[in-house]
Each structure stands twice: as C-alpha cells, then as structure tokens.
C-alpha cells in the first residue's frame, strides 16, 4: 500500500488525548495534518497539551504538523479552518471528528437527573453537532476529488452504556451519522465510518488514576498513536469505501492490517 505523503488530514481536538495520538500516527505515514482545538501555546518549545505541540510533534515523527485554533462550538471558525486547508492545499483527504468536551465536573455516575442539563450540550453539542459540522465543510473538498475518507471517533458507548445518558446518546449519533452520510457519499466515493478505540491511555485517564479518581487498568489500555495508526492504514487502503458505513473496533482492524501499539513494538 502507498505510505500519505502528500495527504492531507484534519484531526478536530487533537491538542491532547486520542486526537493527538490520530495526528501522531497520520504524521508517522507522512501525511499534512491540521490539528484544531482551543488550548495554545505561542512559548518555544510549546507547551504540552496544545495545539502547538501537537503540531511539533507531528513535525518530529516525519509529517507536517499545522496549528489551527479552532473554537467547535463557533461555525464560522470550522468554516474558516477549512477555506484556509482548500487554499493552502487544494485538497482535503482524511477528517478525524475527534473533538469532544468532558463535561465539567466529569459525570461519572448517578442519574441524568442528577447531572446539570449543561453536560448534554457538552457532550452532545461539541462531540455530536461538531461533528456533523466539521463534515459539511469537508465533503464539498473530498466530492470535487471524488475521494477521501471521514472517521467518527466513537466508543463502546456508541452500543452499551457507558459514563451517562447523555453520553450514551452522542456516541450512538457519532456512529448513526457516519453510516447515513456514507449512504450519501458513496455515489461520490468517499468513505465514513466510526471508529472505537478501546480503553486508551489519555492525559485524562492518567491525571485521574494518579489522583485516585478512577479506577483504571493501564497494563491493558491502548496508546492514542495506536488509533492514528489504525487511522493511516484505513486511508492507505484501496478498498476502503467496502467499509463505508461501518463501525470498527481499532483493536480488530490492527489484525487486518497488520499494526502494533507502541507498547508492543
């Protein structure tokens, strides 16, 4: 299969977390990846968990890594990111809908009765309609080329509860959006489908079993880089539109296409 250089990814929320590892495995393939999100850092080295050091990271591992701040909840700004990707490559090959905002505080538990109503517009709305958002403005690009590829990043959540209702509720939409618009996108050859990673080893995760807030078993968790290069392998595939629709574990993928996790090379 041919290696991305020369392709160009938008990753949305990939200052930290799985959107961070997406951009690292894209980067890993040689691919122009544009990584949105709000946390910034203008310092030199930029600070973690920013978009910046994401972007110099994506340098580091071989690709181009592009810092675009990008507010999801602000459609002008989405639409801006991607007039900015049509002018300054003519081309769009791969969206990651990634972008998600944990709900502060976090709910872990009790009942959607209890949690503020705010957790569902923090949920629903950045990690359901930004999605759907950042996907009207990249098809147009992909149409005019008659290819390209959109992953949902979603989770067992999309099937079985998990976390809340509310969250329940968007990664179940993540994953129904996907196969409907691959049935309006396959006349046009471009793929969607959802993508779950399995229990991965986020910033998050490892803030919250270092403070005892969760418990959590790292020894069997996945790298984020391991979603990313489940991620490049799906946009070298030649026969990627058969999986249109779909939605995948990046655990089973890996067996199809032959990639390892870091923790595993």
Not at 63 to 73: L, P, Q, S, Y
């Amino acid at each position: 299969m041919a290696d991305l250089n020369g392709k160009v990814a938008v990753v949305t929320g990939a200052s930290r977390g799985v959107g961070r590892g997406v951009a690292e495995g894209l980067a890993e393939a040689g691919a122009t990846v544009y990584i949105t999100g709000r946390s910034q850092s203008l310092e030199e080295p930029p600070q973690e968990r920013t978009i910046q050091a994401t972007a110099s990271a994506v340098d580091a591992l071989g690709g181009r890594g592009i810092a675009v701040a990008v507010d999801h909840n602000i459609d002008a700004e989405v639409a801006a990111l991607f007039e900015q990707v049509a002018e300054e490559q003519g081309r769009l090959d791969v969206l990651v809908n990634n972008v998600y905002k944990i709900p502060d505080p976090p709910a872990w538990g009790g009942g959607f009765w209890e949690h503020p109503i705010s957790v569902w517009d923090d949920q629903c709305g950045v990690g359901l309609r930004g999605y759907y958002v950042a996907s009207v403005f990249a098809a147009p690009l992909m149409i005019a080329r008659k290819c390209g590829l959109i992953v949902n990043i979603s989770s067992g959540g999309g099937s079985d509860y998990a976390f809340s209702a509310s969250y329940g509720v968007c990664k179940s939409g993540v994953e129904r959006m996907a196969k409907d618009m691959a049935i309006e996108l396959m006349a046009y050859d471009v793929t969607a489908l959802s993508l779950r990673p399995g229990a991965v080893k986020t910033e998050f995760i490892l803030d919250a079993v270092a403070t005892g807030s969760i418990n959590f078993d790292l020894g069997n968790a996945e790298s984020p880089r391991f979603t990313g290069r489940c991620i490049a392998a799906l946009a070298m595939d030649p026969d990627k539109l058969e999986k249109s629709g779909g939605v995948f574990q990046v655990s089973e993928l890996a067996k199809e296409y032959r990639f390892t996790d870091l923790d595993k090379e």
